[in-house]
């Protein structure tokens, strides 16, 4: 098998093939690692081809520690392979690690999205030399749960799946006179974020700046990868949310909401909307994203509320194997994960530092 560096010209090859898998990630594309690298990454796309055919791929992110000439890199829900192929897992990860060594890694993280069943998968990244990270809120730096639709059966038997009450406030939202709009244009991303901000600052969690979505909008919706929907009531936007689009699957991932007219229940029949896009998009499955690590959150529970809305939907619940590092330098591992978060722990406590949002999708 031949292991080298992706170019230019493998980028619809290397989409494709991640596209092609149940588990492929739009968070592995090329026009990710584009996104990311606007905001300090360097992406490093890596593929593994058996006779002309690509076999495993990985995209690689890149980011310097400052003042040392070391880095961390992250394979952001990668690599994609046949993680039951012993010898493939083994070969690939090999030459995974090679190259995070080249450029200086004191660790290659990743969080494939193996489901928590599939042990032999995890047995097999054990042995290559991955541990498991223990992590909080939504288990890692993506969200080690999500939700996940079924979309292979009839629209009308979709809708019967859910429950009463969220197929009452779907036609209560239709009577009510609300409208959405998934056809959003660039000039419609102020009007979205200051939803967002809304709800950042009524739920308490930080966003990104406006620039971040804008840079998401010139990477992924030329490439067809991402909409942007508007909920409108009585002329006013009341609901926004972002959904991608890859392969065969659509992937809800920001959602926001005025404070005014959650009465007329716009959130419930803006997801209905991106629902019926997806299936008539040809997706086997509409993804809620992220939700409680905890299949049955406590009451105080900050998602408890999320986990309670999409549920309603009737999804299944799936949890993943979370994320996995291997250590390239045990010292540098040690500060990185012991030592710096102590320290921005205390300066925190101090009111000396300030937080930057982390809302799953690096």
């Keep these: 098998m031949d ?33 990311k690298a606007r905001s300090g990454w360097k992406p490093v796309r890596v593929l593994m081809e058996r006779n002309g055919e690509i076999v495993a791929s990985a995209s690689l992110l890149r980011r310097a520690i400052p003042r040392t000439h070391r880095c961390i890199m992250y394979a952001p829900r990668g690599p994609v392979l046949d993680t039951r192929d012993d010898q493939l897992v083994r070969e690939f990860s090999a030459c995974l690690r090679g190259t995070a060594i080249i450029h200086g890694a004191i660790l290659l993280k990743i969080d494939p999205p193996v489901p928590i069943e599939d042990t032999e998968a995890e047995a097999t990244l054990r042995a290559v030399g991955f541990r498991q990270v223990n992590a909080e809120g939504f288990g890692g730096t993506q969200p080690k749960c999500v939700m996940q639709l079924d979309l292979d059966k009839p629209i009308d038997e979709i809708m019967a799946s859910f429950k009463e009450k969220w197929r009452y ?82 992937m809800y991932t920001y959602g926001a909401s005025s404070n005014e007219h959650r009465n007329v229940m716009p959130n419930h029949l803006m997801q209905w909307r991106l629902i019926q896009w997806a299936k008539e998009s040809g997706c086997k499955w509409y993804d809620f994203r992220g939700v409680s690590p905890r299949r049955q959150p406590d009451a105080d529970d900050h998602l408890a509320g999320l986990n309670r809305f999409k549920e309603g939907f009737s999804p299944r619940f799936v949890e993943y194997i979370g994320e996995y590092d291997m250590v390239l330098s045990r010292n540098y591992y040690w500060l990185w994960n012991v030592a710096r978060p102590w320290v921005s722990k205390v300066l925190r406590a101090r009111g000396r530092a300030k937080t930057r949002a982390a809302d799953g999708d690096i």
């Design 169 to 250: 406030n779907i036609r209560l939202a239709e009577r009510k006179g609300v409208t959405v709009n998934i056809g959003c244009t660039r000039d419609d991303l102020p009007t979205f974020y200051a939803l967002l901000k809304e709800t950042a600052e009524r739920d308490g969690f930080l966003v990104r700046n406006q620039k971040y979505f804008e840079d998401m909008w010139d990477l992924l919706v030329p490439a067809g990868y991402m909409r942007l929907a508007l909920t409108y009531y009585e002329g006013r936007p009341v609901a926004g949310a972002i959904a991608y689009l890859f392969g065969d699957k659509a």
């Design 3 to 35: 292991f080298r560096e992706a170019t230019e010209q493998d980028r619809q090859r290397f989409n494709d093939f991640i596209a092609r898998f149940d588990t492929g990630d739009l968070l592995q594309s090329f026009e990710w690692g584009e996104l």
